[in-house]
């Protein structure tokens, strides 16, 4: 009978001891899998902040496409930050094309002379402005309107509420589509524009000076 109930007390301790093992590994399963969400959650609204800070804290246009004497043209981009807070920026690597056709053909853009920026991070709390040369010398391209080439010009800039981000950064790809009136065909009429956008830019004012 002893040695019954000796048995039976071990199996006891057995079960207790395979039961409290399996509440730790399910305890310690549950608080893996809860902070792999946590964790998981956090990255989401980081990532949601960093794209609304690259697509409403950072706002661009174009001021001014220039022509130049060798038939290059020089656009002058304007970047504002609409955040309210401190923002670095990469300025942005630009990228051009003209309609032909049905498709569209890259043109060279290249830096003006003397200046080296392109991949600059900067501390943007107002406005400044950057430029790049388009040399757009294409003549087979579509005249949708009379005298003018239809260019896309792409900004792809990088942006970060700190100087030295240690996480993911936001990243704003944006394609600007503008009619510019090509020089090669002879000078506007005075007061003429040098391009016409398709969309009007969300900058915000300039102030009075």
Not at 21 to 27: M, Q, V
Not at 51 to 57: I, N
Not at 142 to 166: F, K, W, Y
Request: aromatic letters at 6%; proline letters at 8%; hydrophobic letters at 40%.
């Amino acid at each position: 009978m002893s040695g019954r109930r000796g048995s039976a007390k071990r199996r006891r301790r057995w079960a207790l001891g395979a039961g409290a093992c399996l509440a730790l590994l399910a305890g310690l399963d549950w608080w893996v899998g809860n902070a792999q969400q946590r964790a998981l959650e956090a990255r989401r609204a980081l990532r949601a902040r960093l794209d609304h800070l690259a697509f409403h804290g950072l706002r661009t246009g174009i001021d001014e496409i220039a022509a130049q004497p060798d038939g290059r043209y020089e656009v002058r981009f304007r970047l504002q930050n609409a955040s309210g807070q401190p923002l670095y920026v990469m300025l942005p690597a630009v990228e051009a094309a003209v309609q032909v056709g049905a498709r569209w053909k890259p043109l060279p853009v290249a830096e003006p002379a003397g200046i080296s920026e392109d991949g600059t991070v900067v501390k943007l709390t107002g406005e400044r402005t950057a430029a790049r040369i388009v040399t757009a010398q294409e003549r087979d391209y579509m005249e949708l309107i009379p005298g003018h080439m239809h260019l896309r010009l792409t900004l792809e800039a990088l942006v970060s509420p700190q100087e030295n981000p240690l996480e993911e950064i936001g990243e704003r790809r944006e394609d600007m589509f503008v009619y510019l009136r090509d020089r090669q065909r002879g000078e506007p009429p005075p007061g003429a524009p040098s391009f016409i956008p398709l969309r009007a830019w969300t900058l915000i004012p300039e102030p009075v000076r």
